[in-house]
């Protein structure tokens, strides 16, 4: 049940950022005149988180109460439509889908070539061959540049005219890798592979004949080809193809980096070292320098640490914080170490490193008894820098010391910190929990059953085409996904806006693993500082959590969490971490599924079940599974869910063994005491999930975290 996800970044160039909807044609401006005139572009909901069932009568509800009220021209009611049709098609109705479909293509211009394209999928589903034809040929004269137009292509059998005019449509990938099947050597299909489809699971074969076959390939397409050894950990073969790539501050510190990771030491320094040298101002730079602290000798790294603070201020905390480490362990210099660390408070008190460094100090004052100073270490870092990644977790705990000391109105202020100003923290779960909140704790949580909302309008994304933002707003996400992907073609260098948007459409479409990674690499990539600003504007818009922790598998997962009277937030958490809902991945260990069953568990499980027909790839069965185990881990340990996801994790053998050796005593302290680095981290990343699921999906916690915020702002005079 071990399964770990290493984040590869990817850094973007400074820049100015897209417009927030590019307009790309004039069908794509009469859809936002329509739109500025309907009642609000944001009103439309898709109905995605509902049954089938469910979608289909509420959106003929929709339709029905346009048409009664002579208002056949409404936006609402021309989305509902085509969503019906939609269901339809998906549900093998073909007739139903053509019957809604009747005229909609001059009713609703601006998705005219998708109302073609579904209605030509209809006529083929109905075996009506000649009629499809005619419309497909219909969508590919009156639709030529659509990305529609490409699945008229492929119905036609038209593929080299598919693959020129629409590269990076899936369908291009398809049939590239047909043809490359009947022709392995043909280096072009190789080539089109790594220059649109570099994220194809099984790239790295092909990469490997390209390269071989001593193509002249152009400076940006090995780019391409360096950019996906890369994404794969075949760091060797991204060195090799960096080496012949286009020369940028990415590509250079890539090939650095790449060299770094596949262990090229001497040859690594050279290359971080070029960077510097060559691309001064790019935020690569710093980075570089950075790494090269970690690899050089001490005396060369202070240097560069020197250097990071001398020329890149945004980055001074981070190299004080590394020279003060260097001094201290490496030199052996305790004195000079010291002086580093007030320089540090002293001049760049509000940086990360500085809020690590008094949270350092922090626990070092608690363990020798002397709380009163702990907390008021505490309250210097919550000061200076708030939005450290550590001001959750030490406000937190700032919080148990004040209870011990008998002052629970600052008890309370430190609780009610960690979750106003870091909500979507682990330790805003464990103050909330300690509040009294019904967020469930370590020993609750398995029969906390808030309410859920689950929430499915949407709004439009900040990059991509008018045409593009309809599709999504209509929860045609395959059809927005191709739509996309036609529109970013090969594009290497992606702003944040483009990041963003990629990985919600990758989420929308359960490509789960590279989505939510997508989203998560906002927060770690290199960018000049107005695009820092950008980023903080994304992680506004609402599909930036909705797309972190979706609701796949939900209807399975709540009809078994009821069964193993589980709480099915926890279930979503527990699998969200296992597998980010990818149903047919394995680990490197030969777990399975949803949620990472391993073979030998599941057949005991289906032992103890009393089944011989299972699949562990089936997503029903694994979550049957997975929820059994998930009910006994908590059975073994008196529904403690703290220890139950521990003993998920690495085993109820281990989880009984430090139990016994040292009880529980503080819960707390039982978690950071684990001796598993995995597990400890697992335990927190679980029931953060849940957390977070509670947090976003709850009315009740929702109005709690908003009366705590208003509250906060109303109190001029409160502390935090």
């Known amino acids: 049940m071990r399964w770990s996800i290493v984040l590869m970044l990817s850094a973007t160039l400074a820049g100015a950022s897209a417009p927030l909807i590019t307009a790309s044609s004039e069908s794509d401006l009469a859809l936002n005149a329509s739109l500025a005139n309907s009642r609000d572009n944001k009103s439309f909901d898709p109905l995605t988180y509902y049954s089938t069932d469910q979608r289909l009568a509420k959106l003929e509800s929709q339709v029905k109460q346009a048409a009664s009220n002579s208002n ?15 269901i339809y098609l998906n549900n093998r109705k073909a007739r139903e889908a053509i019957a809604t479909l009747d005229k909609l293509e001059t009713e609703y211009p601006i998705l005219a070539d998708y109302v073609l394209l579904k209605r030509a999928q209809a006529q083929t589903q109905l075996r009506d061959l000649t009629t499809a034809k005619s419309t497909w040929e219909t969508l590919l004269k009156n639709f030529p540049a659509s990305p529609a137009a490409a699945e008229a292509l492929f119905a036609l059998s038209q593929y080299q ?66 950019d996906a050894y890369f994404d794969k950990f075949e760091f060797g073969k991204a060195a090799k193809a960096y080496e012949r ?31 510097v040298q060559q691309f001064p101002k790019s935020p690569q730079a710093p980075r570089a320098l950075v ?94 820098s708030p939005e450290s990644s550590f001001a959750a977790e030490a406000s937190f705990w700032a919080g148990k010391w004040a209870n011990q000391i008998g002052d629970k109105n600052r008890a309370k202020k430190f609780f009610e910190f960690a979750i106003r100003q870091h909500p979507d923290s682990y330790y805003a779960w464990r103050a909330a929990g300690t509040l009294g909140w019904n967020v ?42 191709s739509q996309w992907q036609t529109e970013i073609r090969s594009k290497l260098n992606l702003e944040p806006n483009e990041i963003f948007t990629d990985g919600v459409l990758r989420v929308a479409t359960q490509d789960n693993l590279k989505g939510i990674r997508t989203i998560e690499s906002l927060d770690l990539i290199d960018v000049a500082p107005p695009l820092k600003a950008d980023i903080a504007k994304i992680k506004q818009h609402p599909a930036y959590f909705q797309s972190l922790y979706p609701f796949h598998y939900w209807d399975v997962i709540s009809n078994w969490s009821r069964e193993r009277k589980l709480s099915p937030a926890l279930v979503i958490a527990l699998m969200r971490q296992e597998s ?16 990472q069953i ?39 340990y008196g529904d403690n869910s703290m220890l139950a996801v521990a003993s998920y ?4 053998g281990a989880v009984g063994r430090w139990v016994e050796g040292r009880s529980i005593g503080d819960p707390d302290e039982f978690v950071n005491s684990i001796p598993y680095e995995e597990t400890r981290d697992y335990v927190s990343k679980v029931l953060g999930n849940y957390w977070n699921y509670l947090r976003l999906y709850s009315p009740a916690v929702q109005q709690q975290i908003a009366s705590l915020k208003s509250s906060n702002s109303n109190n001029v005079s409160s502390k935090f």
Request: proline share 5%; charged share 20%; hydrophobic share 40%.
């Open 72 to 86: 056949n021209s409404n936006i609402d009611n021309l989305r509902s439509r085509l969503v019906i049709a939609d």
């Open 161 to 226: 005219t598919l693959l020129d005019k629409f590269p990076a449509h899936p369908r291009s990938q398809e049939v590239a890798l047909n043809l490359l099947a009947q022709a392995p050597s043909r280096t072009d299909l190789m080539l089109h592979l790594a220059t649109y489809f570099g994220d194809y699971k099984q790239i790295v074969p092909i990469l490997d004949r390209l390269v071989a076959s001593s193509p002249k390939l152009s400076s940006e397409q090995w780019w391409a080809v360096a």
């Open 245 to 275: 790539a286009t020369s940028n501050p990415i590509t250079a510190y890539k090939y650095a980096r790449s060299l770094h990771r596949g262990r090229q030491i001497d040859s690594a320094i050279s290359a971080y070292n070029r960077v």
């Open 291 to 384: 790494r090269l602290t970690q690899i050089e000798s001490p005396e060369v790294a202070i240097a560069a640490a020197d250097r990071l603070v001398a020329n890149y201020p945004d980055t001074a905390g981070e190299a004080l914080a590394i020279k003060a480490e260097i001094l201290q362990e490496k030199l052996g210099s305790p004195k000079a170490a010291s002086s580093v660390r007030n320089l540090l408070l002293a001049r760049y008190g509000n940086s990360n490193e500085a809020g690590e460094l008094r949270w350092r100090i922090a626990k070092g004052q608690a363990r020798g008894g002397q709380l009163n100073n702990a907390i008021a270490a505490v309250e210097m870092l919550i000061a200076n």
């Open 440 to 481: 469930g704790t370590f020993t609750t949580a398995r029969y906390t059953t808030p309410a859920l909302s689950i929430p499915s309008a949407r709004q439009a994304l900040p990059a991509g085409s008018a045409k593009l933002q309809e599709l999504y707003i209509l929860g045609l996400d395959r059809d927005a996904r």
């Open 580 to 595: 980010r809902f990818e149903a047919q991945i394995r680990s490197r260990s030969g777990a399975i599924g949803l949620m």
């Open 598 to 636: 391993m073979p030998d568990t599941g057949s005991w499980i289906a032992s103890k079940k009393g089944l011989n027909n299972y699949n562990l790839d089936n997503p029903v069965d694994n979550i049957s599974f997975g929820t059994w185990y998930l009910d006994y881990t908590h059975s073994r």
């Open 649 to 652: 994790n690495a085993g109820p």
